[in-house]
């Protein structure tokens, strides 16, 4: 089941064809298996300025939100142009065998994208398979693009490994992963509190784009191990990103850092 769910079932051939400028406000999903899903099409036509606002999506008990082996999302947007993820409470989403995703922002093209004022929390997975990975908010920004992610809260983000991995498999906020767009990360705060088994970063950079950092909170409380591994921020090689005037903490211990560049 899906709480609300904007697609069509032919690819759009001109704008014409796309759904744009639809809102959704101050809508509650609860039981369900995902959240709130807007798929367009392609790159080419994309859905443009849909706004997705002052939203609930999970009730305020454990497990509210997916509980199978397919992907869940709080809320997700696909192949949206100038999109706004404003102002909503994600929680309580979780999969007993897949990735999960709290707030995802995938292709997204524009210069007018904003993902802001969210407060993204208890989302992880019951699976101890180190395939699946936890994420908080996340961004994939096609070439030429722009996200702005700000004021957003990201915490209790879990994952039920039971044996220490270096593989980075809770990401509080991630960008860069796919596509070479850029983003512009302001004043959120995140907290990791994960145990000593998976790996985990507060701001995660991927591979791809440049990225402004500036003005946030980045912790990680994460129990130290001789395996995993825990950051404040990590970014992969290829991209390019500035930091400045940023909190940035890692619990001591072994294998915990700053960043990594």
Do not use: W
Not at 30 to 56: F, H, M, R, V, W
Not at 112 to 126: C, E, H, P, S
Not at 186 to 203: H, K, L, Q, R
């Amino acid at each position: 089941s899906i709480g609300i769910y904007q697609y069509t079932s032919t690819s759009a051939t001109n704008a014409t064809g796309t759904n744009s400028n639809n809102t959704y406000y101050n809508v509650t999903v609860e039981n369900a298996y995902q959240g709130i899903i807007l798929n367009g099409t392609s790159t080419t036509y994309p859905d443009e300025y849909c706004y997705i606002e002052s939203c609930i999506v999970g009730a305020n008990s454990i497990n509210d939100i997916g509980m199978g082996s397919t992907a869940p999302a709080g809320i997700r947007a696909t192949y949206l142009k100038n999109v706004s993820i404003i102002n909503n409470i994600v929680r309580n989403v979780t999969s007993t065998g897949a990735s999960v995703n709290g707030i995802f922002s995938q292709n997204t093209s524009g210069t007018n994208n904003n993902i802001a004022n969210n407060n993204v929390y208890t989302i992880g997975t019951t699976s101890t398979s180190s395939s699946y990975y936890i994420y908080g908010i996340r961004v994939e920004i096609v070439s030429g693009a722009v996200a702005n992610i700000y004021n957003n809260m990201v915490s209790n983000l879990h994952h039920a490994i039971a044996t220490a991995t270096s593989t980075i498999l809770i990401r509080g906020i991630e960008v860069g992963s796919s596509g070479t767009g850029s983003s512009n990360v302001f004043y959120n705060s995140v907290s990791i509190t994960e145990d000593g088994f998976p790996s985990s970063a507060a701001m995660y950079i991927g591979t791809n784009g440049n990225h402004n950092l500036a003005n946030n909170i980045f912790a990680n409380f994460s129990t130290p191990n001789a395996t995993s591994l825990r950051y404040a921020i990590y970014k992969g090689t290829g991209s390019t990103f500035n930091s400045n005037y940023n909190d940035l903490y890692v619990f001591p211990g072994t294998n915990s850092f700053i960043g990594y560049y």
